[in-house]
């Protein structure tokens, strides 16, 4: 016997009642998780946080001016592609410069963060999908033709898929996968924790080509000609490494899932929506319909902006339409575009929509739900813009690249080492670019000297730049992320997010670096 008291929750009663739980003890692994959580969920606000690391990164510029700390190194511009010796110096806040700079670009700092405008520009496509009830008959739809064992891989898979479209997986995919989860009675963290892993922690490989794969071969030509003014590599010259990569990270985010994160969240006490029992209505069945139409419209309007030799969203130079094009840089808003027009087609079809003020108001709704995030990225912001002024993170980037390429180490020992020097700095220099400008002209050289292809030199830096996204505070979506946690969980915080995400990062980047190291001994072609 049982007693239902709310949906999702149920009182055992008479026999039931004295069960024992099906799980009393805890693994070691999981009290370090736990002890990880309870700590990190202490510290202050984030807010806070990173008001004190401004007035730490504030004096430590200061120390390191006045001990005239400065690094020169090769590097390369990435829009010009030119390659100069640079020498950077480590510049105070406190001085009367770095003041001046303080004060005078408060708001062109917020302005420079681009992840805000992404949000926003987002969610009012976002938010009217979600109000329609769109999102909603997705998951149900999602639930009834996806196997329940394959749920997991589906939202790792299409996670990893989801950086062709820049930032868009960690606005739209993670809050699904939590639902989708919560739909079928699995705890919506353990869907929140693996559609980001899938979303951050595999960021830099995909199945497809994206605008960031151009940037990064491009400064690898450039650090190629270094040492061979005619050689060169290509946007497809780690496809078969991505596509390996994707396959068997998709596997290993979804077995940490299901076998470390999934036991250790335990129930989900909840209430749980019961879409799995629940059969499509004729209305949302129409609306899906039409939601498809709208889509495919919006795809046929952008594909006649696109396609077409001299289309307005090919780059107007070169013609190219994939990596450095119109298109790929503003695919937010195509993206924005699609979950417009596919939440009023939903609405209008399912009769969830009857006006214009309905859309309005769902656009307003999505937007002012973001104040407290926008006010926490504004201090972000301020943060990142001071301590790129600092030069503290280029001065350490160089540092440890000369400690590392100074080592004295074999080929694979030094490739493995360069992963885990990207890792590192990948806390502190979140930006794939910049870091890759400052790496390549000394470790593509260094390596091809010792007979390591530039492929390899690429894959590497690509297993290194990944799995950190997921655990730094430094993630223009981290906050973000946490927000979607506290949705199911009150009292979550940072250390809820660091705790579900570090089994993610160190087996990842273990695996990773095992299929790299595997790639490299057995020779096998890096791409086409």
Same mark, same amino acid.
């Given at each position: 016997m049982?007693t239902?008291?709310?949906?999702g929750?149920?009182?055992p009663t008479?026999?039931?009642a004295?069960?024992p739980?099906?799980?009393?003890?805890?693994?070691?692994l999981?009290r370090?998780?736990?002890?990880?959580e309870?700590?990190?969920?202490?510290?202050?606000?984030p807010?806070?946080i990173?008001?004190?690391?401004?007035?730490?990164?504030?004096?430590?510029?200061?120390?390191?001016?006045?001990l005239?700390?400065s690094v020169t190194?090769?590097?390369?511009?990435?829009e010009t592609?030119?390659?100069?010796?640079?020498?950077t110096?480590a510049?105070s806040?406190?001085?009367?410069?770095?003041?001046?700079?303080m004060y005078e670009?408060?708001?062109?700092?917020?302005?420079?963060?681009?992840?805000?405008?992404?949000?926003?520009?987002a969610m009012?496509?976002?938010?009217v999908?979600?109000?329609?009830?769109?999102?909603?008959?997705?998951?149900?739809?999602l639930?009834h033709?996806?196997?329940?064992?394959a749920l997991t891989y589906?939202?790792?898979?299409?996670?990893i898929?989801s950086?062709?479209?820049?930032d868009?997986?960690?606005?739209?995919?993670?809050?699904?996968?939590?639902?989708?989860?919560?739909s079928?009675?699995?705890?919506?963290?353990?869907?929140?924790?693996?559609?980001?892993?899938?979303?951050?922690?595999?960021?830099t490989?995909?199945?497809?080509?994206k605008?960031?794969?151009g940037?990064?071969t491009?400064?690898t030509?450039?650090?190629?000609?270094?040492i061979?003014?005619?050689?060169?590599i290509?946007?497809?010259?780690?496809f078969?490494?991505s596509?390996?990569?994707?396959?068997v990270l998709?596997?290993?985010v979804?077995?940490?899932?299901?076998?470390i994160?999934?036991?250790?969240?335990?129930?989900?006490v909840?209430?749980?929506?019961a879409?799995?029992s629940?059969?499509?209505?004729?209305?949302?069945s129409?609306g899906?319909k039409?939601?498809g139409l709208a889509?495919?419209?919006?795809l046929a309007?952008?594909?006649l902006l696109?396609i077409?030799?001299?289309a307005?969203l090919?780059?107007?130079?070169?013609?190219?339409l994939?990596g450095? &094009? #119109? !298109?790929?840089?503003?695919?937010i808003?195509? $993206? +924005? *575009?699609i979950?417009?027009a596919?939440g009023?087609g939903?609405?209008?079809?399912?009769?969830t929509?009857?006006?214009?003020?309905?859309?309005?108001?769902a656009?307003?709704k999505?937007?002012?739900?973001?104040g407290?995030?926008?006010f926490?990225?504004?201090?972000?912001?301020q943060?990142?813009a001071?301590?790129?002024?600092?030069?503290?993170?280029t001065?350490?980037a160089?540092e440890?690249?000369?400690?590392?390429?100074?080592a004295?180490l074999?080929?694979?020992?030094l490739?493995?080492?360069f992963?885990l020097?990207?890792a590192v700095l990948d806390?502190?220099?979140t930006?794939?670019?910049?870091?890759w400008a400052i790496f390549a002209?000394?470790?593509?050289?260094?390596?091809?000297?010792l007979g390591?292809?530039?492929?390899a030199?690429?894959?590497a830096y690509?297993?290194?730049?990944g799995p950190?996204?997921a655990v &730094? #505070? !430094?993630?223009?979506?981290?906050?973000?992320? $946490? +927000? *979607?946690?506290?949705k199911?969980?009150?009292?979550?915080?940072v250390g809820?997010?660091?705790?579900?995400?570090l089994?993610?990062v160190?087996?990842?980047t273990?695996?990773?670096?095992?299929?790299?190291?595997?790639?490299?001994v057995?020779?096998l072609?890096?791409g086409?």
């Amino acid at each position: 016997m049982a007693t239902t008291t709310a949906p999702g929750m149920v009182i055992p009663t008479g026999d039931e009642a004295a069960e024992p739980p099906a799980r009393e003890e805890k693994t070691r692994l999981e009290r370090f998780l736990n002890t990880i959580e309870r700590v990190g969920n202490k510290v202050p606000h984030p807010a806070v946080i990173f008001v004190l690391l401004i007035a730490f990164v504030v004096v430590l510029s200061h120390v390191f001016y006045a001990l005239g700390a400065s690094v020169t190194y090769e590097a390369i511009d990435p829009e010009t592609h030119a390659v100069s010796m640079t020498t950077t110096y480590a510049q105070s806040l406190l001085t009367a410069d770095g003041i001046r700079f303080m004060y005078e670009n408060v708001v062109q700092n917020f302005m420079n963060f681009n992840a805000v405008g992404v949000i926003i520009v987002a969610m009012l496509g976002v938010g009217v999908a979600d109000a329609s009830g769109l999102i909603t008959a997705l998951i149900k739809k999602l639930v009834h033709i996806a196997p329940r064992k394959a749920l997991t891989y589906i939202l790792v898979f299409v996670g990893i898929l989801s950086s062709i479209a820049a930032d868009a997986g960690y606005l739209v995919l993670i809050p699904l996968g939590a639902a989708a989860f919560l739909s079928i009675g699995r705890h919506p963290l353990a869907g929140l924790a693996a559609s980001f892993a899938g979303v951050a922690a595999v960021f830099t490989v995909n199945i497809l080509i994206k605008p960031l794969d151009g940037i990064l071969t491009g400064i690898t030509n450039d650090a190629i000609h270094l040492i061979n003014p005619q050689g060169s590599i290509d946007l497809t010259a780690n496809f078969w490494f991505s596509v390996a990569s994707v396959i068997v990270l998709t596997l290993v985010v979804s077995i940490v899932t299901e076998r470390i994160v999934e036991p250790r969240l335990g129930t989900y006490v909840g209430e749980t929506p019961a879409l799995e029992s629940q059969g499509m209505t004729a209305a949302e069945s129409r609306g899906l319909k039409l939601a498809g139409l709208a889509t495919l419209a919006v795809l046929a309007v952008f594909a006649l902006l696109s396609i077409p030799d001299g289309a307005p969203l090919r780059n107007p130079e070169t013609g190219t339409l994939i990596g450095d &094009s #119109p !298109l790929m840089t503003g695919l937010i808003v195509l $993206v +924005t *575009f699609i979950f417009l027009a596919a939440g009023l087609g939903y609405g209008l079809g399912a009769k969830t929509i009857t006006s214009i003020t309905d859309v309005t108001g769902a656009m307003e709704k999505a937007v002012s739900g973001l104040g407290g995030l926008i006010f926490l990225l504004f201090v972000i912001s301020q943060f990142l813009a001071f301590f790129t002024y600092s030069n503290l993170a280029t001065l350490a980037a160089v540092e440890m690249g000369d400690f590392l390429a100074d080592a004295g180490l074999g080929a694979l020992p030094l490739l493995l080492g360069f992963v885990l020097v990207v890792a590192v700095l990948d806390l502190i220099m979140t930006g794939a670019i910049p870091k890759w400008a400052i790496f390549a002209p000394v470790f593509v050289p260094l390596l091809m000297r010792l007979g390591v292809e530039p492929e390899a030199v690429l894959a590497a830096y690509r297993v290194g730049d990944g799995p950190l996204n997921a655990v &730094s #505070p !430094l993630n223009a979506y981290f906050a973000l992320i $946490v +927000t *979607f946690s506290a949705k199911y969980q009150k009292d979550a915080g940072v250390g809820t997010l660091v705790a579900l995400m570090l089994p993610y990062v160190v087996v990842v980047t273990v695996a990773w670096m095992i299929l790299l190291a595997l790639w490299q001994v057995l020779g096998l072609p890096w791409g086409l």
